[in-house]
Each structure stands twice: as structure tokens, then as C-alpha cells.
């Protein structure tokens, strides 16, 4: 059975009943700040507050049935709000245009969204980090282009990923502070029937900030660097799963993802056990990367503003925001649960009998005042010797009267040998944790 995970607390602000309760609040808000003012009088807010109330289910469903008529959703909002509210529904938008609303409580429910999945991702790096720290020394083969490179530790991959989670945290955190803008400005943003101590008011009790210089909406180069950064973060947690793809392939068997008691992998074939959450994770990943190209199509409105961007955002905040929360978790719960196989991972060390050591042998041999080039070309030749007869590296390196020539049996010996290779792991460990260290 495929884990499931709750993020509703996530999507639950992208509903529409959630949206028009944040419109309210706004309004609401600038209700607030009129009555200081003394533009409307006192204790107006409290009562448009006991007649409204909350709004509920109920109450979108009549929004969007007078939506039908209006073809317009703020317009049917601010119907359904007099109806509540009566005679002092007509303190509420003053001086405002729909976007004054809509973006600044599309910005405070992103900032909301965005805290939550701030918290995932700290967790996930927290996981990623304890199991660095746990594999931190046990050896495996290092792989470029698929092919046999040389040793590093699972640790070190797992701190390679745990430090492309925390600059991910730091890009999410960044689109945080950037999102957190709202407007009260006006139509076309120009203050021209509200005044900015009203925004200032506003979007301080939001915990916002204004930007001052807007059109009729926030501009979406803003919104298009929030989505970008979530697409890093997808893309990354992509990569992740995509290791633990590679590694449970049944040639390596190095790592494995949990396997619940009574889970099947295959209708056919019992004996199957699937990377289906890592798969998962790369399948929702491809949608949230999709999305970049729609946010930065929302950049470009016409003029002071058009409606282009509306659909767009409808759709796809939901959908990145909720699929970013659970890809998260199920990466975090992945790692978490890995079956990790260290002698599985020296058994495919040992398969090219050595020739990992390779460069440790040239560079010993340029020690010794060879040119590299000569230096290479004897080692290649050695090495592609042992490959192709399946001979333990060592060993025909030993046996060379060339090797023999340069090299004595103990400086031999020095190359081969793990605990020179892995010298800085710990300063590689120590260097990362430094730079989050507070």
C-alpha cells in the first residue's frame, strides 16, 4: 500500500472558501483603518464582523451562484456581504479595486503555505543529515556516467543532498520575504481614492509590507520567482529519488525503500519490490517544473493590467504549493526509512578488483618526477590489462617491471589503501555543517 500523507493543511488554503474568508479579513481590515481615521464611524468593524461572521460552504455557494449573473467574482462576494451585513455592507471597499483584495490575500495565504512547507523542508534536511552522519564512513563506488569512478562514502552522497536541501530552504526562505507584499492602492495602484497610511494599516496586522510602485496588481515577476524556487526544490528532490532508483536496481541492491508488511510489487511477479515512492516523487516533480513556464507567461500584462494571469494562478498555486508539501514528505519519509546495504555496496567495489585506485597510482608516479602524459599511459595500460582479463589491479601492478622501477613495494602498498582516500571526509563534513551552523 502506497503511504498517504496529510496535506491539507497546505491545500486547505487554496480553497475558495479559505480565499473569500481572507478577502473578508481585508476588507475588514480596511474598515479598521477608516475608523481611525475617523472616515467611517466607531464600531462599525466590530458589527460588520458579528453580522458576517465566518464565512462557510454555504456561503461560497451562493457567491458563486450570484457569480452566474455578475461574470464576476469579487463583485458577487461584496453582493453576498451586503446581503449578510445590510445597510453597513457600505463602509466595505471603499476606494478599493478587486485586486487590492485578491492579491494582497493571495500573498498572505502564500506566505502561510510557504511557512509550512519551510517546515517540511527542514525536516527532510534533518533526515538527510542524521543519515550522513550514520553512513558518514561506509564506503561505496562513485559513479560518473554510470560507470565505475572512484570511492566516496554513502555519507558524503547523503551530504551532498542534505546541503542542496538547505540552499533550496534558503531560496524558499528568500521567496518568502519577496511574497510577502500586498496593495492597497487602488485601481491602477495609484492611491487615487485611498490613502496609503489605509495600505500601511492593512497590511502591517497581515504581516505584510507594501511595494509602493504597483499597477492595478503585484507585479508577477514575483510570484514567478516563488514558483521557480519551488521547481528547484522539486527538481532537487527528483534527484534524490532518482538515486534511490538507481541504487535499488537489482544490479547494485545498495539501497532500497521501505517495504510495508502485505505490500505487493507486481500483479505477474511476486518477487518484485518497486521504487514506486522514489518514482512517485520524479512523476509529481515533472508537474511542478511544469508550471515555471506558466508563471513566467503571467509576467508580461497588458498595460496596468489584464486578466490573463487569473486562470493560470487558480489552477497552478494550488497544485504547486499542495504537490510541494507532499513530495517533500514522501522524499523525508524515503530516507527516513531506507534499507541501506553496506556489504552490498562493497561487493560492487570490489567488482573492478581495484582499479579504482587508478589516480592514486599516476599521481604517485608524477611524485617521482614522471611527466603526466608518460605516467598516465603506463597506468591506463595496466589498468585496461587487468579490465579486460578480470585480474586484481594490484596485483598487475606488483607484477610490472616498469611499476617495479619507479615505485617500491611499500609506496605500492600506500596507494591502495582506503583510509588515504577518505582523509578529508570529516573536513568535508565539518565545512558543511559550518556554513548552517548559527
Known sequence: MVERYDVREVSSLFTETARFNEFLEIELLVCEAYER???????TTLKLRELIGRLTDEDVKKINEIEKTTKHDIIAFLTLIEQKAGDLSRYIHLGLTSYDVVDTALSSLMVK????????????????????DEFKYTPMIGRSHGIHAEPITFGHKLINFYDETMRNLA????????????????????????????????????????LFATTQVIPRDIHAELILSLAINAASLEKFATEIRHLQRTELREVFEFFTKGQKGSSAMPHKKNPILSENVCGLARIIKSYTVAALENIPLWHERDISHSSVERIMLSDVFTLSSFTIRRTTQIFEKMIVLPENMQKNLDITKGLYF????????????????????????????????????KSVVKESDEI???????????????????????????????????
Not at 37 to 43: F, L
Not at 177 to 203: M, T
Open 171 to 210: 531560496r524558499l526562505e528568500r521567496a518568502r520575504e519577496n511574497i510577502a507584499v500586498g496593495k492597497i492602492s487602488g485601481a491602477v495602484g495609484i492611491y487615487g481614492n485611498v490613502d496609503p497610511d489605509v495600505e500601511n494599516y492593512v497590511l502591517n496586522k497581515l504581516n505584510l509590507r507594501p
Open 37 to 43: 481615521s475617523g472616515k467611517i464611524p466607531s464600531g
Open 358 to 393: 587508478s589516480e592514486s597510482l599516476l599521481l604517485k608516479i608524477v611524485e617521482k618526477g614522471y611527466l603526466r602524459q608518460k605516467a598516465y599511459e603506463l597506468v591506463q595500460k595496466l589498468a585496461l590489462h587487468a579490465f579486460e582479463n578480470d585480474l586484481d589491479f
Open 404 to 438: 617495479k622501477a619507479i615505485l617500491s613495494e611499500k609506496e605500492i602498498e600506500s596507494v591502495f589503501n582506503f583510509d588515504h582516500h577518505f582523509r578529508n571526509i570529516n573536513f568535508i563534513f565539518e565545512s558543511v555543517k559550518n556554513k548552517y551552523r548559527t
Open 113 to 132: 503555505a510557504l511557512g509550512i512547507i519551510i517546515s517540511d523542508l527542514r525536516k527532510l534536511a534533518d533526515v538527510l543529515m542524521q543519515k550522513a
